[in-house]
């Protein structure tokens, strides 16, 4: 049975699109992440109700050494025939963080780590792990475009490339707000995915890469790192009511996992490369991303300044895609 690999599988929209995905697709998985306990409840949980076949990956994506040592190890469970070729990567794990950054072992502003630049080398360490026709989808957000309610909520950390974004704070200079730096992040991914797929169809592959809005969606953990009143409020019908009313797009949490489920797994989103799906309102459509996504200039040099970061080796990577 072809395998899908999925990072924030065992939380909110990630349990939702797992159990879509075992369910109604019959796709074994695996669940990577830095929370070994609820990873192994899930697929254990996964495992009984739908018979799939589901491997448990330790990988914190906010940490470069934990994503190159989960990466090897799902290469070596493909090398052994232990799992399936890759049809498709999710990369669902996100943070959203408050106050002062923090920075990661590799001393990187710990929300882009882990929402992009963990995520762009767990691809490009698996990229020849993939199925011929595989998938990789990219949960983005509506924050990442500021012409949009989402977006102004937050806004973008423009003027700053993804090394000063990276390094932020560390010139005793103001640091970017953490809102801003989830929305760029978020942007980063959306930017990457296009870049990634014009990259592809260049070298004539025809693995896709998706961008998915789950939209804005309670019930999740998401907002676990923000203070207490803002999580409540942030659940309340009210709000619920208030973002609707203000333009923000709004998503389920079963709707938007089955939704990010099927830009992963269904045949209707086979010719979905290069694209941007959004989830609002009970509804799951293609739409455009903000005007900067489609900035080609600008891809091209995160791309660039992504290697850099992520200290990709000579050995490393998809040669074709340089
Ligand atoms: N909820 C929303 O309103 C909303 C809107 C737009 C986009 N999104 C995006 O949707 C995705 C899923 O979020 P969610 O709402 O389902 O929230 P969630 O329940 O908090 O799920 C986030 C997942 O990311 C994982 N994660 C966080 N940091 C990690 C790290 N360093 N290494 C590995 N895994 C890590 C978490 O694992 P742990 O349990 O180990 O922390 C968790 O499984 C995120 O990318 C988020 O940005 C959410």
């Not at 192994?40 to 990956?57: H, M, P």
């Not at 950390?157 to 989830?182: F, M, Q, W």
Request: with cysteine; charged share 20%; aromatic share 8%.
């Amino acid at each position: 049975m072809p395998t899908i690999l999925i990072t924030g599988g065992h939380s909110g929209i990630g349990i939702e699109c797992c159990k879509i995905l075992a369910s109604t697709y019959n796709y074994n998985l695996i669940l990577a992440g830095r929370s070994p306990g609820p990873m192994e409840n899930f697929a254990k949980e996964l495992i009984k109700s739908y018979g799939v076949k589901v491997s448990v990956l330790a990988m914190d994506t906010s940490s470069l050494t934990s994503v190159r040592s989960g990466a090897l190890y799902c290469r070596e469970m493909i090398e052994k025939g232990e799992v399936d070729k890759l049809q498709a990567i999710i990369c669902n794990a996100g943070v959203r963080l408050g106050g002062a950054p923090t920075y990661t072992v590799d001393g990187y502003e710990e929300t882009l780590a882990t929402n992009y630049l963990g995520h762009v080398l767990l691809l490009e360490l698996l990229l020849d792990c993939m199925a011929d026709n595989g998938r990789i989808v990219f949960t983005a957000s509506g924050t990442h475009d500021p012409d949009t309610a989402d977006g102004k909520m937050m806004g973008i950390a423009d003027g700053h490339d993804a090394i000063g974004l990276a390094n932020t704070g560390k010139d005793g200079a103001k640091p970017v707000s953490r809102g801003k730096l989830y929305a760029t992040s978020k942007l980063y991914m959306i930017l990457y995915a296009y870049e990634l797929d014009r990259r592809l169809r260049k070298a004539g592959s025809l693995i896709s890469s998706i961008a998915f809005d789950p939209g804005a969606t309670s019930g999740t953990g998401f907002l676990r790192n923000m203070p207490k009143p803002v999580q409540w409020l942030a659940g309340s019908a009210f709000m619920s009511w208030v973002m609707k009313k203000s333009g923000v797009t709004i998503g389920d949490i079963k709707f938007s996992g089955e939704c990010l489920a099927r830009v992963t797994a269904d045949p209707e989103y086979a010719s979905g490369s290069g694209k941007y799906f959004q989830t609002n309102d009970g509804k799951l459509t293609e739409r455009r991303s903000s005007k900067l996504s489609y900035d080609e200039q600008r891809a091209v040099k995160l791309w660039k300044d992504t290697k850099s970061l992520i200290h990709i080796q000579p050995n490393e990577g998809s040669v074709k895609l340089r």
